[in-house]
């Protein structure tokens, strides 16, 4: 099927004003709805083809986009995937187009780094009406930032579908051996052939249902927000996001079979990710602590020059993890908060804190240093304004972390695709694993269950635990 529903075409149940009562993506793309939160909810993503043999659809997209130059990036790798059959169906078709087909390594993917930027702009041709990547992730991040500063609309074929960034407006890339997020454009339009993602790596499709699973964790964190700080939350696209994992649940119990249609379901799960971070304006659906452990254990290999691991693969590692914090928190004793209160005063200082963050963040202090001197997640007067709340709805915060999926449930699917489900599977030391379990958090100013249970003075205890489990 086609998908296309831009504003120009007639959306029946998208329009301003309704509320959505859908969870299909193809009534999703480009709508703009006021809902029952009180806010209007709006994505630009608009234009999608997934489906078998998408791509050679791709070159009359080109035809309805008006586009006649388009300038295609990938690497040996997307190459061999998809893009040499891209490149046969525009010539067969008769459609111009320029090329970089940059080398991957031997070992690990090609890093979105400055040397992988510098060569395809050093290739890029100044007649280029359009940027297209054939990649999933790296080479999608490069395209749509290229894309962004040259000013050109971004298009995305996709190869595997392995991560949730497919849609969004940033694109994070390595500066320096960091991981810095930069802007970038959206693409006006995803192709994702079903014939192509099928055959995609099993340890890709593995990482792209621990990235959905992830969900589980970062809509748990969302509504724990939601509890202690008051923090703004929608139903509807919790809805549709759960929705979307539940769904993808389903898919991975067959998805070693490769049928076409499981691996859409979760090609779309992927997609409606990107699209609820744009109906709420922020990571929030998509993104809690499963996520900034995930990142926190790459800044290390990136600091140690160690190869990278897929990223919905470290994800779903950090689930796991995540969510056996919050079974644990299901059966754990109300806290005194008494004694809570009275100790604020004896928690390490900000100059203690800062000399971990030198230790643990090594050339990425400063920043996490800068952040927390704005965010003040750990400052002593809001600590005590969210022990207050976390104390007067403790039973509500339990009753969440109940309602949390078992660890060993998502540990169970993950094992049947073969995916690693241990930090030291993928190479992360116990010192990482200990060191992420106690500071992922100064990552982000997202509250989460590690904040949550830092606050509870329950963080060292619940450090202990998971280390016995997983490392
Ligand atoms: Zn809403
Ligand atoms: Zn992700």
Redesign the pocket.
């Known amino acids: 099927m086609m998908y296309a529903q831009g504003s120009d075409c007639a959306q029946p149940d998208v329009e301003r004003g309704s509320v959505m009562n859908t969870h299909e993506i193809k009534d999703l793309l480009g709508a703009s709805f006021a809902c029952a939160c009180g806010r209007t909810h709006e994505t630009h993503f608009s234009r999608m083809i997934l489906e078998k043999g998408a791509i050679r659809q791709i070159p009359g997209l080109l035809q309805e986009l008006g586009k006649s130059h388009p300038y295609l990036i990938c690497d040996t790798h997307t190459c061999e995937a998809c893009a040499k059959d891209v490149f046969a169906v525009l010539d067969a078709a008769g459609c111009s187009f320029e090329k970089i087909i940059l080398e991957s390594p031997k070992v690990g993917d090609l890093p979105a780094d400055e040397y992988a930027f510098g060569s395809v702009c050093m290739a890029f041709p100044k007649e280029t009406d359009l940027v297209i990547s054939i990649g999933t992730g790296t080479i999608n991040d490069l395209g749509r930032y290229l894309s962004y500063i040259t000013g050109l609309p971004f298009m995305l074929v996709l190869t595997a579908p392995s ?3 497919c849609v969004s407006g940033v694109a994070p890339l390595i500066q320096n051996h960091m991981k810095i997020t930069f802007p970038a454009h959206a693409p006006i339009a995803l192709v994702g052939d079903l014939d192509v993602l099928a055959a995609a790596p099993m340890p890709m499709l593995s990482a792209g249902v621990g ?1 959905i699973l ?1 969900k589980y964790n970062c809509l748990t964190d969302w509504k724990l927000s939601h509890l202690v700080n008051d923090e703004y939350y929608c139903e509807t696209i919790e809805g549709i996001m759960r929705d979307a994992i539940d769904k993808t649940m389903q898919a991975a119990e067959h998805l070693t079979e490769r049928k076409a249609e499981d691996v859409k379901t979760l090609t779309e799960g992927l997609v409606l ?1 990107g699209m609820a971070m744009d109906f709420t304006g922020n990571s929030r659906p ?2 809690g602590a499963e ?1 900034h452990i ?1 990142h926190f254990f790459e800044m290390q290999f990136l600091f140690d020059g160690i190869p990278a691991v897929l ?2 693969t470290k ?1 779903g590692i950090g689930t796991v993890m995540m969510l056996r914090l919050y079974n644990e928190l299901a059966k754990m004793e109300r806290p005194d908060f008494a004694a809570l209160l009275a100790g604020i005063d004896r928690r390490p200082s900000f100059d203690e804190w800062a000399e971990e963050m030198n230790r643990v963040y090594r050339q990425g202090a400063p920043m996490i240093i800068a952040l927390e001197k704005k965010a003040g997640k750990n400052d002593p007067e809001k600590l005590r304004k969210r022990l207050s709340k976390i104390e007067e709805r403790w039973d509500l915060i339990q009753k969440l972390a109940a309602s949390a999926p078992d660890a060993s449930l998502i540990e169970d699917r993950l094992k049947a695709l073969g995916a690693p489900v241990r930090p030291d599977q993928v190479g992360v030391s116990r010192q990482y694993v200990e060191d992420g379990i106690l500071y992922a958090k100064e990552l982000r100013d997202r509250y989460t269950i590690l904040q949550f249970l830092w606050d509870i003075g329950k963080l060292d205890e619940m450090k202990e635990l998971l280390l016995a489990a997983f490392a």
């Open positions: 991560m949730d960034g990235d992830g990710s998509a993104s996520h995930s990223h919905g994800v």
